[in-house]
């Protein structure tokens, strides 16, 4: 028997639906549809997300400027770039852990057309004071 005839090969029975092997597409969808979950989770709560003061945290004093270019004060967004010698933390009075990532890289659309993409990931999870003064507890990321 030839080891590419799979006509002679038996076929593999699946009974766990977790070992069953999934498409990159599946994968890409499900992960979507995970994603979209978080975060229509968060709108329910967005109340408190858009107050502006009380448990939401200070955000750090600099940042990036509207061109992308790191400021000590007054920036557009209150973030630096993921990088060693810059604020990996974008909350001010943190103490936690802090994860981030930036991905760089070409994609190529659907029409043939070619693009460029920087992706930058953090997440959050610690203890930080809160912009009506007391300590709490919380998780953050964004994308």
Known sequence: MNRWDRAAAPEHVFTDPFEQPISRREALRRGGVAAAALGAA???NSAVAMAATGPQPRPIP?????????VPSNPAFHVLPPTIGFEMSTITDFHGVIAASETQGRARGSDGSSYTFDADM??????????????????????
Do not use: N
């Open 42 to 44: 968060g709108m329910f």
């Open 122 to 143: 953090r997440f959050m999870r610690g203890t930080y004071v809160g912009m009506d003064g007391r300590a709490r507890e919380g998780t953050f990321g964004f994308i």
């Open 62 to 70: 600099g940042g990036l400027d509207a061109s992308f270019t790191p």
